[in-house]
């Protein structure tokens, strides 16, 4: 009974994330509890995921990367420590995971980052303006000079063109940054997301995790409507 459970909550989890089952990830998924031949610290390292997602069960990017538990280890203390313990605006945050997303067509990156930023501030037109505003990697700027963007946030999303799409950053896109008022270590905090979250979107895409490479990625209207 319990594995059937478990099967269904898993079911309605890749169903509530959009998940496409007429494709498959290119690997099979790992079990969703730990193999009973497996290393003596396995269940721990999937009890720490299991907490870190709880209430939620573990998710399909979970399961990709308990291929390898000591892999899926770092990765939850890593991704963790910038979900839940930086002092940078969360919904800024999430506007610049979002970006990297469109930036890399990592749809189910966008589908599962693009609520949270609605849910931390973000208005939908500056969303809107993250998904669709042209790449500003090569100095094109107009269009977000007149986006709905705030100062921070389009000095934010000149940073994450950059480093996603240019890897090296103009002096003049890392001055913005303090000019507008951000910190030191709200600085590192906003690099080490930006540059984790490329390497989740790359991750993501290669292999597709939640078989969402084929979608499209979710309306901003319908996710407003789907938060009321």
Known sequence: MYVIQRRLTIKNTFKSLGINHTR???LPYAPSTPPV????????IYARIAERRNPRP?????????????????????IGAIRSRTLVDSGVM???VCRVAVLNNAVYEWNAHAPLALRGGIKPDQLQAALTLPCTAEGDIA?????????????????????????RV?????????TVGYDDREIVELTTGIAGYNCV????????????????????????AALQ
């Open 201 to 224: 979107s790359r991750f993501l895409v290669a292999l597709d995790v939640g078989e969402n490479n084929a979608r499209e990625m979710k309306n901003v209207d319908d996710m407003v």
């Open 58 to 78: 573990l998710i399909p990017l979970d399961l990709s990367l308990l291929h390898s538990p000591p892999v899926a280890d770092g990765w939850n203390s890593f």
């Open 143 to 167: 269009e977000l000079e007149s986006s709905a963007l705030t100062p921070q946030q389009r000095a934010v999303l000149r940073y994450t063109d950059q480093m996603t799409r240019t890897i």
């Open 37 to 44: 031949d497996a290393a003596p610290d396995t269940a721990d």
């Open 94 to 96: 999430e506007l610049a």
């Open 170 to 178: 103009e002096d003049i896109v890392f001055a913005e940054l303090k």
């Open 24 to 26: 498959t990830m290119r």
